[in-house]
């Protein structure tokens, strides 16, 4: 739902190689540092995490992607206020999805956020925002409230999709 709001303030994460030492019962993967962890924003290209960001010490994500508030110019660019945005968050409140059928991928807002995925992903992520789209509306016009505990399929469908991020754990 942040996303929703900071759109399009987005961040992409790209983690370092990952790294094998040999140990006696095979390899073990390295541990990286936090300030190897690099970060690209669509206008500035390369930028950093602000010494005071929660995130500033993160070696790990869940997702490639952040959502952030402030930018910051001095000597560097930094951000802050970041949070972490699932792919599925990304896909139903960022920007507009286009599928590319001939290159297996979906794209959110423009070419720079790029996701391979199957067709059929951004089919059903485009037929949600739409059914979406149309309860926001007519919460509106009718000046009732949008509520979670209503057992909407619509909104129950989203929120399994967002809380799960698209992995089913009963079907593990």
Do not use: C
């Amino acid at each position: 739902m942040i996303l929703g709001g900071l759109w399009p303030r987005i961040v992409k994460v790209v983690p370092p190689r990952a790294v094998f030492d040999k140990i006696a019962s095979g390899t073990q993967q390295r541990e990286h540092q936090a300030r190897e962890v690099k970060y690209f924003d669509q206008q500035e290209g390369r930028v950093f995490l602000h010494p005071s960001s929660t995130l500033f010490s993160q070696t790990t994500y869940k997702s490639r992607f952040l959502a952030y508030f402030t930018k910051i110019h001095t000597s560097k660019v930094y951000l802050r206020d970041l949070t972490e945005i699932p792919l599925y968050g990304l896909l139903l409140f960022g920007g507009t999805v286009t599928i590319k059928h001939t290159t297996g991928h979906i794209t959110v807002g423009s070419d720079w956020v790029k996701l391979k995925a199957v067709a059929r992903i951004g089919v059903l992520v485009n037929q949600l925002r739409r059914l979406l789209d149309e309860k926001m509306q007519k919460s509106l016009d009718t000046a009732t409230l949008l509520g979670i505990s209503d057992e909407d399929p619509i909104v129950e469908a989203i929120l399994a999709l967002l809380t799960r991020d698209g992995v089913d754990h009963e079907a593990i």
